[in-house]
């Protein structure tokens, strides 16, 4: 059955220091990977994706980036966290648009 | 482009009550929709989905969304709800081209059973 590994749970971090968060997907090949942030009480923001190793899409300019060095990893870094990159991210995966997604259960970042 | 908007951000209901929580969508293409439940401080769980043919899709925990083209909706209901099923629910939708499979969800809506 196909998994998906999320880690760490939190995360508290100081302003200015670097971020790496990973996910991993086991029981499938080539998803579609994607990273989202969930703000507090708000809707879902999709960051970036990737429907392949090496390949990365992003959807809106940030302080963040990502990497897929792998087929089932995806990784979201920082070189300097802010406050404003405080949230709960989720990473997720789907074969195709009629699959769904299917998440993580997310790691919650304080930024201080 | 595809948009999706959720009706009401808070609906509270009482235990056994029944409950429906509205999504329309907005789309120039043909869509499939989904329904995602998310209890607090955990990811997102699929609760069902429509691709095609019949406009009314059971899915887990006892809920059902009726698909309306004309209407552009899919709400969600339960005839009977209970206090487990306190959580944030979101709509999304994704469309046959796609690209890289991606969904726009909705801001959500935030079910509070009371008993």
């Known amino acids: 059955s196909q998994t998906i590994h999320q880690w760490p749970a939190t995360l508290v971090q100081p302003v200015g220091s670097p971020l790496s968060l990973e996910c991993t997907v086991e029981g499938t090949s080539n998803p579609n990977l994607y990273w989202y942030r969930q703000a507090a009480g708000r809707g879902l923001q999709l960051l970036f994706y990737s429907v392949g190793i090496g390949q990365i899409s992003s959807e809106v300019p940030q302080n963040l980036s990502a990497s897929r060095p792998q087929d089932r990893q995806f990784i979201l870094s920082s070189k300097k966290l802010l406050l404003s990159d405080s949230g709960f991210y989720l990473c997720?995966?789907?074969?195709?648009?009629?699959?769904?997604?299917?998440f993580g259960s997310g790691t919650r970042l304080t930024v201080v | 482009a595809q948009s999706v908007t959720q009706l009401d951000s808070q609906v509270p209901v009482f235990e056994e009550a029944p409950v429906e929580l509205r999504c329309n969508y907005s789309s120039s293409v043909s869509v499939y929709l989904f329904w995602y439940v998310q209890y607090p401080n955990q990811g997102l769980q699929l609760l069902l989905k429509?691709?095609?043919?019949?406009?009314l899709v059971k899915g887990i925990n006892g809920f059902e969304a009726e698909f309306n083209k004309s209407q552009t909706s899919f709400h969600l209901r339960k005839p009977s709800v209970h206090i487990s099923d306190t959580a944030e629910y979101f709509c999304?939708?994704?469309?046959?081209?796609?690209?890289?499979?991606?969904?726009?969800f909705g801001d959500g809506t935030t079910l509070t059973v009371k008993p």
């Open positions: 429509y691709l095609s043919g019949s406009t």
């Open positions: 999304a939708v994704s469309t046959y081209n796609t690209n890289a499979g991606k969904s726009t």
């Open positions: 997720a995966w789907s074969v195709h648009g009629a699959s769904g997604y299917t």
